[in-house]
């Protein structure tokens, strides 16, 4: 079965470095790919999409993300780190038509100052 | 944008009780969604509908059923609720083929005593 996998379920980094969520899926066939984000008490937010084109994809709040067929990876990272950044990720992939998504386990992320 | 609105954000049932959760979106969307949230496990497909009066199974459909009379409400029932049920249950709504972005309800945190 196709599948996502987040690796770390918890990320902590101080305010101002690097933030690097990792993602991979499983499957020679290249899917959709997203990253959504959870902040406490709330649905889920889209933060970018790889479709097709360039694989590298800029989406809200300073976060990007490469596609890297290769590597079966949409690591997503953000340069400098900011404390409102703390939140739930999930990656998420699409290999069919009409929005099916199969998500990741999710990976908590905390902003020390 | 999209608004998906899930009618109860806190619900307390007991074990036997039949639970409905609501969801309703105010745009045309064809497609609708219903996930369990799960720390340690991240969203998993209960159900999902493609048009009115019809369903398909996810990937966890047991013990829940969902019903779908108009195209904006897209509704999940536990027949016979169960302590293992007690979770965040999100709905979505999205359009398809290919773009596959889904819109996230604040979620329906459910807990079964």
């Known amino acids: 079965a196709q599948s996502v996998t987040q690796l770390g379920s918890h990320v902590s980094v101080s305010e101002g470095a690097l933030v690097l969520l990792r993602c991979n899926y499983s499957s020679s066939v290249p899917p959709y790919l997203f990253w959504y984000v959870q902040y406490p008490n709330q649905g889920l937010q889209l933060l970018l999409k790889?479709?097709?084109?360039?694989?590298l994809v800029k989406g809200i709040n300073g976060f990007e993300a490469e596609f890297k067929k290769s590597e079966t990876s949409f690591h997503l990272t953000k340069p400098s780190a900011h404390m409102s950044d703390a939140a739930e990720y999930f990656c998420?992939?699409?290999?069919?038509?009409?929005?099916?998504?199969?998500f990741g386990e999710g990976t908590q992320l905390t902003v020390n100052p | 944008d999209v608004k998906v609105t899930q009618s109860s954000r806190y619900l307390v049932k007991r074990t036997g009780e039949k639970v409905f959760l609501e969801c309703v979106q105010d745009m045309d969307h064809e497609n609708m969604f219903w996930y369990r949230q799960d720390p340690g496990l991240g969203l998993r497909l209960i159900y999902f509908?493609?048009?009115?009066?019809?369903?398909e199974k996810g990937d966890i459909p047991e013990g829940y059923s969902v019903s779908r009379e108009k195209k904006e409400r897209f509704s999940l029932i536990l027949e016979s609720a169960s302590t293992n049920q007690t979770s965040m249950y999100l709905c979505a709504a999205g359009v398809g083929p290919g773009a596959n972005v889904l819109t996230f309800g604040a979620g329906s945190r459910l807990t079964v005593l």
């Open positions: 998420a992939a699409s290999w069919t038509s009409g929005s099916r998504l199969t």
């Open positions: 509908s493609y048009d009115v009066k019809m369903k």
């Open positions: 790889y479709t097709t084109g360039a694989t």
